[in-house]
């Protein structure tokens, strides 16, 4: 799999793990039950339009610090959320912004000053009666328990064309979906999940050759997954024991960065095809902690070379989070994983990798200020990302941020040596109504 891979893989991390905790308000729960809501809201029947709206306008401004090709955020958000119980079983949700992109914006076509884009990450409604709850319409749905270091979160793509400081909520890609959640006696439940027309990464610029400058002189012929009618299907079951959570999943995805194949010297098909996956997560709350394992299998994955090559993967990884009371947040997770059997050609991947990462928040001055560090390691090559992220409530509507993130990648040998010193920051505004 080729180089720039890895580096999404670091953006992940980042934008997994630099936000503040109160941005998490709105964020999908891929385990809600609309009787529960009926039993929390039914004594509050209210008007269609009320404080169930929230409407939020953000100015971004960031950029790489000292790295060629720069990239570059300007823009202007009209982000939209509303969640509403419509009746004893009927529940709908919105998640949806417009983009405007300003002069100098990475995203922004060469031949435009300006331009916009748009997001629709939930836009559903979800009907429930007795034990099944049905959703329908854009959803993005996340899988595992590890949050810095993703293992069975492979079904919903990422929106890489936003900055690598950007919150998790913002940074997912809404795709059509069917999920239909039967939940049983004694803390089980089994869930099914079906998207006719996947979606894919999204990535900075107006084509993939500006991923990476290995890809800048080349031809790439891309092939979208609707185009091969493609679909996603995926099975989960949950069964819950006192304060244990254990979730088992088995998908048929397609991947979501493109696989590159050589045609020739300047010339490369970029495709998404599938494979099946197996996984397993499993929690434990033990009084501030809560402790986290994830394995996962998949099964003829597709990489980049120079022709069809496919290899079985297994990774493994764990981890726990900690509250100290309120006083800080600290988490910290690792995982390791391995081809089975790697082809003798690969592009920038090294056949097994560990890697671990490090979350420390913590909330300042009443909890007016939100600051976040964060570490990524590669145990292999030394690579490292540091962040720092800090959030200042002005008042209840208006809020600054501030992000920072360095990249250290000292042995030129790692996939990750073209983003050495690719070091990003931004400053971010919000008025929330």
Do not use: C
Not at 16 to 28: I, K, L, N, P, R
Not at 95 to 120: C, F, H, M, Q
């Amino acid at each position: 799999m080729n180089k720039y891979f890895w580096f999404l893989i670091y953006i992940i991390f980042i934008s997994s793990t630099s936000v503040a905790d109160d941005d998490f308000e709105f964020e999908d729960e891929i385990e809600f039950d609309a009787t529960e809501i009926f039993e929390e809201k039914s004594e509050k029947k209210s008007a269609l339009f009320d404080h169930s709206h929230r409407l939020s306008l953000s100015y971004q401004l960031g950029s790489t610090v000292d790295k060629s090709p720069e990239i570059r955020t300007n823009k202007f958000q009209v982000r939209y959320r509303w969640d509403k119980l419509l009746s004893n079983s009927l529940y709908a949700k919105v998640d949806a912004k417009i983009i405007g992109l300003g002069p100098e914006d990475t995203s922004v076509d060469s031949n435009k000053a300006l331009d916009y884009d748009w997001r629709v990450n939930n836009m559903s409604l979800q009907w429930s009666h007795q034990s099944i709850a049905t959703t329908v319409g854009f959803q993005s749905i996340v899988m595992g328990e590890l949050d810095s270091l993703p293992l069975n979160d492979l079904m919903t793509p990422w929106d890489y064309s936003q900055p690598a400081f950007t919150n998790p909520e913002d940074a997912r890609v809404g795709q059509i979906t069917l999920d239909t959640q039967w939940f049983q006696k004694k803390n089980r439940s089994i869930r099914f999940i079906f998207i006719p027309i996947p979606e894919v990464n999204r990535y900075p610029g107006s084509d993939l050759t500006q991923l990476t400058p290995q890809l800048s002189n080349m031809k790439i012929n891309e092939t979208l997954p609707y185009e091969q009618t493609a679909w996603e299907a995926a099975f989960t079951a949950k069964q819950s024991l006192d304060a244990i959570d254990i979730n088992f999943l088995f998908a048929m995805l397609h991947t979501n960065d493109p696989v590159f194949t050589s045609i020739s010297d300047n010339e490369r098909n970029a495709t998404y095809p599938s494979f099946e996956t197996t996984g397993l997560s499993i929690n434990y709350n033990h009084e501030n902690f809560l402790w986290k394992l994830e394995g996962n299998f998949q099964n003829n994955l597709p990489l980049s070379g120079t022709g069809n090559e496919i290899s079985d993967k297994i990774s493994v990884g764990g981890g726990f989070d900690y509250d100290a009371n309120g006083l800080y947040q600290l988490t910290f997770e690792s995982s390791y994983t391995e081809l089975l059997n790697p082809p003798t050609f690969q592009l920038g991947q090294s056949s097994s990798t560990t890697q671990s990462a490090l979350r420390f928040s913590k909330d300042l001055m009443n909890e007016l200020i939100n600051v976040v560090y964060f570490l990524s390691f590669n145990w292999k090559y030394n690579d490292q990302i540091h962040s720092a992220y800090a959030n200042y409530k002005m008042t209840d509507n208006w809020q600054v941020s501030l992000n920072a993130s360095v990249f250290h990648i000292p042995d030129k040998k790692s996939p990750m040596n073209f983003a050495d010193s690719w070091d990003q920051v931004s400053l971010t505004i919000t008025a929330d109504f």
